[in-house]
């Protein structure tokens, strides 16, 4: 899970534009740019995690989320979100994609608000639960797997996550692709690219997640009241 310095993209990552334009129109871009070949790093993610292997990404970011100043500057809440139980639905394979025997399934789910851990000054008040455009499965020929953004979190229901929330210039909600494991309590723990983790190590680590890691969303509070926006 190893993140790239905010200032400069890590191969096979890019920056859009800094839009508000949230994370539902990266997810699109990002989708069409791995079915048509143009992403470098597309792999099975596993790392030693319980679960299935999920393929996984190299994504596209609309601006930089790895620090806590990346949070306050491009962010309007830092919140603790869960899938509402049974509002997962499975997407159905686009029917440009039918012709070319590989694609994405889509899938959407509601999101839950359980805490705000930090609001921009004058943003809109956090919603208690946003309708959410995920990746859902790769299908190739007869088979499909899980997909997943690399090193991130697919958003399953039963687990926790700690995320940055944006409201977009469509007037969406949606959280920024990078969000941290949050099961138990604990940053780094649950689940990331569709396998659960312990979080029991931080060395790949960087940024907010790694001066985090092991904390409560207290501390991550605390990080982001103490953060500067960059200018």
Same mark, same amino acid.
């Given at each position: 899970?190893?993140?790239?310095?905010?200032?400069?993209?890590?191969?096979?990552?890019?920056?859009?534009?800094?839009?508000?334009?949230?994370?539902?129109?990266?997810?699109?871009?990002?989708?069409?740019?791995?079915?048509?070949?143009?992403?470098?790093?597309?792999?099975?993610?596993?790392?030693?995690?319980?679960?299935?292997?999920?393929?996984?990404?190299?994504?596209?970011?609309?601006?930089?989320?790895?620090?806590?100043?990346?949070?306050?500057?491009?962010?309007?809440?830092?919140?603790?979100?869960?899938?509402?139980?049974?509002?997962?639905?499975?997407?159905?394979?686009?029917?440009?994609?039918?012709?070319?025997?590989?694609?994405?399934?889509?899938?959407?789910?509601?999101?839950?608000?359980?805490?705000?851990?930090?609001?921009?000054?004058?943003?809109?008040?956090?919603?208690?639960?946003?309708?959410?455009?995920?990746?859902?499965?790769?299908?190739?020929?007869? $088979?499909?797997? !899980?997909? *997943?953004?690399?090193?991130?979190?697919?958003?399953? #229901?039963? =687990?926790?996550?700690? %995320?940055?929330? /944006?409201?977009?210039?469509?007037?969406?909600?949606?959280?920024?692709?990078?969000?941290?494991?949050?099961?138990?309590?604990?940053?780094?723990?649950?689940?990331?690219?569709?396998?659960? $983790?312990?979080? !029991?190590? *931080?060395?790949?680590?960087?940024?907010?997640?790694? #001066?985090? =890691?092991?904390?409560? %969303?207290?501390? /991550?509070?605390?990080?982001?009241?103490?953060?500067?926006?960059?200018?």
């Amino acid at each position: 899970m190893s993140r790239a310095k905010s200032d400069q993209p890590a191969a096979g990552r890019r920056w859009l534009p800094a839009t508000r334009r949230g994370r539902l129109t990266v997810l699109a871009v990002a989708v069409a740019a791995v079915a048509g070949g143009t992403f470098a790093g597309v792999a099975t993610a596993n790392g030693g995690h319980e679960g299935p292997s999920a393929v996984a990404a190299n994504m596209s970011e609309a601006f930089p989320t790895l620090t806590a100043s990346d949070w306050v500057t491009h962010g309007d809440h830092a919140v603790v979100i869960e899938m509402v139980p049974g509002s997962e639905r499975r997407g159905a394979v686009p029917e440009d994609e039918k012709d070319n025997g590989e694609g994405h399934i889509p899938r959407t789910a509601t999101l839950k608000v359980d805490q705000v851990l930090w609001s921009k000054p004058g943003a809109e008040a956090a919603p208690e639960t946003y309708p959410a455009e995920l990746l859902g499965w790769w299908w190739e020929g007869s $088979g499909e797997r !899980e997909f *997943a953004w690399q090193g991130e979190p697919r958003y399953e #229901e039963g =687990h926790k996550y700690i %995320a940055l929330l /944006v409201k977009g210039d469509d007037g969406k909600w949606g959280t920024t692709m990078h969000a941290m494991p949050y099961d138990d309590g604990t940053v780094g723990t649950g689940e990331s690219a569709g396998r659960t $983790g312990t979080g !029991e190590s *931080a060395g790949a680590l960087a940024g907010l997640e790694k #001066e985090a =890691h092991g904390k409560n %969303a207290t501390a /991550v509070r605390q990080l982001l009241d103490t953060a500067l926006p960059t200018k």
